[in-house]
């Protein structure tokens, strides 16, 4: 498993959308799936998501209904589309896989920034 790469992210008013993507080639052979993290400025760390390889999803309650991860199986990219953002969406998000069988050990992804806006 190749460490993960993260895009997308940036500024979005209130209401508006947005989509994070995390791209980690070789990810879905060892069958952990994917985690979405995040991380506002003076808060904990707080679980978002996680989408299994073969697609099965969980969300927070905070984002339910607004949030959607997808799986890209061809390219091995996971897409987390943030619909109704709101103020407090604005965070620092991170993906996270397991790179070994047993899904014990972590790789995180470098960060991406969402910022929303009133």
């Known amino acids: 498993v190749q460490a993960q790469v993260q895009s997308g992210g940036g500024s979005v008013q209130a209401g508006g959308s947005l989509r994070l993507s995390c791209t980690a080639p070789g990810f879905t052979s060892n069958g952990c799936g994917m985690h979405w993290y995040r991380q506002a400025a003076g808060k904990q760390r707080e679980w978002v998501s996680f989408?299994?390889?073969?697609?099965?999803?969980s969300y927070a309650d905070s984002v339910k209904g607004r949030f959607t991860a997808s799986i890209d199986k061809d390219t091995d990219t996971v897409y987390l589309q943030m619909n109704n953002v709101k103020n407090d969406d604005t965070a620092m998000y991170s993906c996270?896989?397991?790179?070994?069988?047993?899904?014990?050990?972590?790789?995180w992804g470098q960060g991406t920034q969402v910022t929303v806006s009133s």
């Open positions: 989408i299994s390889p073969d697609g099965y999803t």
């Open positions: 996270k896989i397991s790179t070994d069988r047993w899904c014990r050990t972590d790789s």
